[in-house]
């Protein structure tokens, strides 16, 4: 047995349904329909903040709205001659040899690997079934409607060869490695969210996936051509940091009045600003988060601006530096009525350094907000949490993280005062993690985290967690064998928000599987 493979440090062979995003992209890719009908489908199960993960359930809802969504799809597709071009049949030609030509070209990209005998007899007998006092269209249909429906097309698997293989009660885990078509929808969905193109499946036809080499080329080549794979690291780094949850996030009308007509400024300035840094600018964790220049499409009002920015599209910004002091993490992390330092403190420890805190339940603590007092400053009221000797533990850390951000309220707008007095966002953090200094507010703070190693390696630790989809970020297998190989990667590929996601792709144990 190869040793890069121990069993111990492998992720378990398994089957996952497709998150919403990743089903809108593989209808999208079917049928050529632009249609998202997921918007409609109950939201993803979370873990770990991540919306792909094998914790995905089908319900008695969700049967409901996938028999919808096949209906109208496959209307779409009629109504569009889609099926007319993916199905042809001249008046020639015998209907059921042309259904079985169509069942098994479908079918196959449907299913992202060829059908097998079995599943191939049962789409013909949907045909059959469609087709049965109607015509050879409505047959096909029908087909499709099943197609959409089915397991082979809801669910990705991660079996290997041997998945269909009898084991016996006295057998060990086995590793094995993925069927080059597996591996294929493997390195597709994480990277683009979408099934494999046809270059893909041409690579894995001819084994070539078992390289790393060949995996990176691909993964390359994704990242450099795939619009969806611009999107997918874009919700990736969005679901990382949390800020996609500003979709979601309300504030008082009373105290922020702008807030709703900004929003879709802010959720833009999200996309937009991770995409640029990503694909435009250096593609780097380091401007990520020490960006002196947002793009066009955010919340400018709310910000002081300058001069235009190094991209086109982009404005110089004077009051802010990186993607941690932007509307979408201030207001996500706030009340909403007011910022909240702690709940930043706990986004920035958590998500960014990868510090480990213990929740408030963990000892039996019912947390209340401090009370309202006019004639004090956010920070001034928070601040007790550290005077508490049972809460000190955990504040200590939070707090100087939180306290940093206060120059902004709970809408991201930059204020010199919180209730009639100057406000204070200056902290020392002395945490040994590699961040450590005295800074004068979130901005010279944002500057050391974009430097810091700390980051960096957290970002790789949340990638991989993405990546692996288990939900499971206290003890995901394989974890610190792939951070021990994303640290021989070089210092600008460690920088890499792309690399980072291509070391995934590239390690040695990315095909391999625990089969229990």
Known sequence: MNAVHDPSTLLLARIRRLANAEYDASVQALLSTDASPALGFPPDLRQDGFSVNADQRIDTVLIARLSIAADALTSEAQDAGTLARLAPCDDADDPAECAKRFISRFGQRAYRRPLDEDEAKDLYSLYVAGAQDATYEEGIAHVVRGVLQSAGFLYLTELGAAAGEPSTPSEAPQPVELTPYEMASALSYFLTSAPPDAELLEAAT???????????????????????????????????????????????????????????????????????VAFRASGTLSELFGATWTVDSGPLELYETGAKGPIKGSTELKDRVGILNQAAFLATYANANESHPVFRGVAVARRVTCMHLDSPASFNIQVFPPLPDPSLTTRERYDVHAKDEICAGCHDLIDPLGFAFEHFDGMGAYRQKDNGQNVDSSVEVAFGQGFDGSFADSNELART???????????????????????????????????DFWKTRSAEQRDSLQETLIAFVKQPDFGWRLRL
């Open 206 to 276: 001819r084994g070539e996936l078992s390289d790393p080499e060949n995996r990176a080329v691909q993964a390359r080549r994704l990242l450099a051509n795939d619009p969806r794979a611009r999107d997918t690291t874009v919700r990736l780094v969005r679901e990382w940091l949390g800020i996609d949850r500003i979709e979601r996030r309300g504030k008082d009308s009373l105290v922020y009045p702008d807030f709703a007509s900004d929003r879709p400024s802010i959720i833009a300035e999200s996309k937009d600003f991770v995409r640029a």
């Open 449 to 483: 985290l974009a430097a810091s190693e700390t980051v960096k390696e957290c970002f790789a630790r949340f990638m991989y967690r993405a990546a692996a989809a288990d939900g499971d970020s206290a003890a995901t297998l394989g974890e610190p064998e792939f951070i």
